[in-house]
């Protein structure tokens, strides 16, 4: 299968439940690399299926399908990519190039300049060759555990 065999389109609330799913074997697996399981203990501490209502709701976040079957999703705000996430399973197959475009398009509704996002250590170099510049390194904080990012850019204009 190809990435034109993805399709994007609006998360729903009956989504959540594979979201939760999907998002937490993406961070277990495709992190492992670079996080300790103390990390992404933390990391994924007091998820629940109901934490993605509320992006679902404000139409910030969506689903990437590839034969019916989520394979991940993506969440974006004004000038923000929020999240980037594939099933390990259909890791390195275009997933999450479509997925960042689409978010990228998303961050860029109200303007024509810099995107941003935090990315994890794994992550960095995906996002490099899609084009964003590392800025700084930085710590998020997730359930009182220090996790560390990368801060990228990417100026569309």
């Given at each position: 299968?190809?990435s034109?065999?993805?399709?994007?389109?609006?998360?729903?609330?009956?989504d959540?439940p594979?979201?939760?799913e999907?998002?937490?074997?993406?961070?277990?697996?495709?992190?492992?690399?670079?996080?300790?399981?103390?990390?992404?203990?933390?990391?994924l501490?007091?998820?629940?299926?109901?934490?993605?209502?509320?992006?679902?709701?404000?139409g910030?976040?969506?689903?990437?399908e590839?034969?019916?079957?989520?394979v991940?999703?993506?969440?974006?705000?004004?000038?923000?990519?929020?999240?980037?996430?594939v099933?390990?399973?259909?890791?390195?197959?275009?997933?999450?190039?479509?997925?960042?475009?689409?978010?990228?398009?998303?961050?860029?509704?109200?303007?024509?300049?810099?995107?941003?996002?935090?990315?994890?250590?794994?992550?960095r170099d995906?996002?490099?060759r899609?084009?964003?510049?590392?800025?700084?390194?930085?710590?998020?904080?997730?359930?009182?555990?220090?996790?560390?990012?990368?801060?990228?850019?990417?100026?569309?204009g």
């Amino acid at each position: 299968m190809s990435s034109s065999d993805i399709v994007i389109r609006p998360a729903r609330p009956e989504d959540a439940p594979r979201l939760h799913e999907l998002h937490t074997a993406s961070v277990r697996v495709l992190c492992s690399s670079h996080y300790s399981a103390q990390i992404i203990e933390a990391w994924l501490l007091n998820r629940t299926p109901g934490g993605y209502l509320d992006p679902i709701e404000r139409g910030a976040l969506f689903i990437a399908e590839r034969g019916g079957r989520v394979v991940g999703f993506g969440e974006a705000a004004d000038r923000t990519v929020i999240a980037v996430y594939v099933d390990p399973a259909d890791a390195r197959q275009g997933v999450g190039t479509a997925i960042l475009r689409h978010a990228v398009r998303m961050a860029r509704r109200e303007h024509n300049g810099t995107v941003r996002l935090e990315a994890t250590l794994n992550a960095r170099d995906f996002y490099e060759r899609a084009g964003f510049r590392e800025v700084k390194r930085s710590m998020v904080k997730r359930n009182h555990v220090d996790v560390p990012v990368v801060v990228m850019e990417y100026d569309v204009g």
